[in-house]
Structures are given as structure tokens and as C-alpha cells.
């Protein structure tokens, strides 16, 4: 899987950040309140922006035309999505669009598909129905200083207890 470069800066999500495809959505055809069953994908789209220099702008468009075949090979890129920056399986929606020029710089917009987002997994988001996230650290905290400091070698707890 091709990489986004650490020297390069990391894109700027305009806007509201990622919009998910409704997987809910019903054709013309559908009638009444029947929804589709929910597939196992998770696409979302969003548009972000670049502003590069002289140097960074044409390794980036090169890039693009090569490396990426022109937007359509799947590569994994740095986003700020959901309060934090992660790399994301990302492709070009369509060609990058040169903006406005600012001094020396090029400002870039791109619109991407997201091919999977890395989401709480479906365990932890039941048990923070009932827990929040700052009880949910302490009851850890906790947990590890009884195993390893109060009880050292008395809990043996199987590995496949804990999901990977």
C-alpha cells in the first residue's frame, strides 16, 4: 500500500469533515419504510486542502499522475477526522483541483473517497452506553495495578479474552 510521505504536510478537511454514503437509501422502486440491509463497508467522502510550495506541488502532481495513475490507486493518507489525525485508505474522487496561489505556495483541493474508517469497535461503543470514556481509563488503570502491583501472578487472565 502506497503511503503519504511524512515530510509532506498533512491535508486540511474543509468544512464538516467526512460525510458517510447512506447505506439506507432507498431506490425509486422501494416503497413504505423498508430499509436496505446495511453492507459490510464503511465509504465516506470528504473534501480536504492542500497548500504546498513550489517544490511539494510538483512532487505532488507528479504523484498523482504517476504513482497514483491518475487518482485511481488506493494509498493511505493522514486525515483529521473525528477530533484526531490518522491514516485513512484513501483515493482520488477526481482530479485535484488547482486553487488560488498565495505568495509562493498552491493551494490544492481534493475530494477523496475514504475507504474504511478506523472506528471505536462495536464492543467498546455498547460499553460506553453505560460508562464514559474518563471512567472507562480509571476502571483500567485500575485493573492494571490490581493484576500487576496488588495481585502479581494470582489473576491469570486468558489472552483471547481481550480482542486484538
Not at 46 to 53: P, S
Not at 67 to 89: C, D, R
Request: neutral net charge; charged residues 25%; proline residues 7%.
Amino acid at each position: 500500500m502506497i503511503r503519504w510521505p511524512c515530510w509532506m504536510p498533512v491535508p486540511r478537511v474543509i468544512g464538516y469533515g467526512a460525510e458517510p454514503v447512506d447505506r439506507r437509501a432507498k431506490t425509486s422502486m422501494d416503497i413504505g419504510g423498508v430499509y436496505r440491509v446495511e453492507f459490510d463497508t464503511d465509504e465516506s467522502q470528504c473534501q480536504c486542502e492542500l497548500i504546498l510550495d513550489s517544490d511539494a506541488a510538483a512532487w505532488f502532481e507528479a504523484f498523482d499522475q504517476g504513482v497514483l495513475k491518475q487518482g485511481s490507486t488506493w494509498f493511505e493518507m493522514p486525515l483529521w477526522i473525528a477530533g484526531q489525525i490518522n491514516y485513512h485508505t484513501v483515493r482520488m474522487r477526481e482530479r485535484p483541483k488547482e486553487g488560488e496561489k498565495i505568495a509562493c505556495h498552491t493551494r490544492y483541493i481534493l475530494s477523496l473517497d475514504i475507504s474504511k474508517r478506523k472506528l471505536l469497535c462495536p464492543q467498546y461503543a455498547e460499553v460506553m452506553l453505560h460508562y464514559s470514556p474518563r471512567e472507562l481509563r480509571y476502571y483500567s488503570k485500575f485493573f492494571e495495578k490490581m493484576t500487576t502491583t496488588v495481585m502479581p501472578g494470582i489473576t491469570n487472565i486468558p489472552a483471547d479474552v481481550w480482542p486484538s
